[in-house]
T-cell receptor, first 112, second 111 residues
Framework: DTGVSQDPRHKITKRGQNVTFRCDPI?????LYWYRQTLGQGPEFLTY????????KSRLLSDRFSAERPKGSFSTLEIQRTEQGDSAMYLC??????????FGPGTRLTVT | GEDVEQSLFLSVREGDSSVINCTYT??????LYWYKQEPGAGLQLLTY?????DMKQDQRLTVLLNKKDKHLSLRIADTQTGDSAIYFC???????????FGDGTTLTVKP
């Protein structure tokens, strides 16, 4: 399967801990996106990379959130000092030149 | 800022047509998308339309765009139980960069 993959699929953490999620995009895709989705809502944009450059970052992304894509391939999203409000599904997507994004299955984060 | 609105629920009988509606506010939206999300899964891109088109057909799916009213619809012909899912409308200004999503329409198909 050559789709977008995300790891882990589920993460339960205690408030105040740091967590890191990984996304592996479709191999030839140069654009990579992170979104957050809560129950009953659509995905909310967090950040976007073209190759290794982070080109856009949402105001939603507080200083506790950081994303990297060091070699223009996989990406990581780190949340420091997690809060209960961070509980959500974190979705990664990738695209090439054409319109539309291809989404991974998501990482469900629960902060207790 | 950008906003995308959808009705929350739609219920149809198997074999009927489904029409899911969406409105958006950003007049510079150039690309408009429909995605499908099944329980426990990520979003699947179904189709998209450029803002200079008013209709696009792809097998059982027909997308209609009224740019003047900023209204987008997705028609599913001969709806099947496997079409039951949440359908998201989204828009973007370019084919790169972020997309803004609605909150989804839950389609229930009754046998």
């Amino acid at each position: 399967d050559t789709g977008v993959s995300q790891d882990p699929r589920h993460k339960i953490t205690k408030r105040g801990q740091n967590v890191t999620f990984r996304c592996d995009p479709i191999s030839e895709h140069n654009r990579l996106y992170w979104y957050r989705q809560t129950l009953g809502q659509g995905p909310e944009f967090l950040t976007y990379f073209q190759n290794e450059a982070q080109l856009e970052k949402s105001r939603l992304l507080s200083d506790r959130f950081s994303a990297e894509r060091p070699k223009g391939s996989f990406s990581t999203l780190e949340i420091q000092r997690t809060e209960q409000g961070d509980s959500a599904m974190y979705l990664c997507a990738s695209s090439l030149e054409s319109a539309g994004q291809y989404f991974g299955p998501g990482t469900r984060l629960t902060v207790t | 800022g950008e906003d995308v609105e959808q009705s929350l629920f739609l219920s149809v009988r198997e074999g009927d047509s489904s029409v899911i509606n969406c409105t958006y506010t950003d007049s510079s939206s150039t690309y408009l998308y429909w995605y499908k999300q099944e329980p426990g899964a990520g979003l699947q891109l179904l189709t998209y339309i450029f803002s200079n088109m008013d209709m696009k057909q792809d097998q059982r799916l027909t997308v209609l765009l009224n740019k003047k009213d900023k209204h987008l619809s997705l028609r599913i012909a001969d709806t099947q139980t496997g079409d039951s899912a949440i359908y998201f409308c989204a828009e973007s200004v370019t084919n790169a960069g972020k997309s803004t999503f609605g909150d989804g329409t839950t389609l229930t198909v009754k046998p």
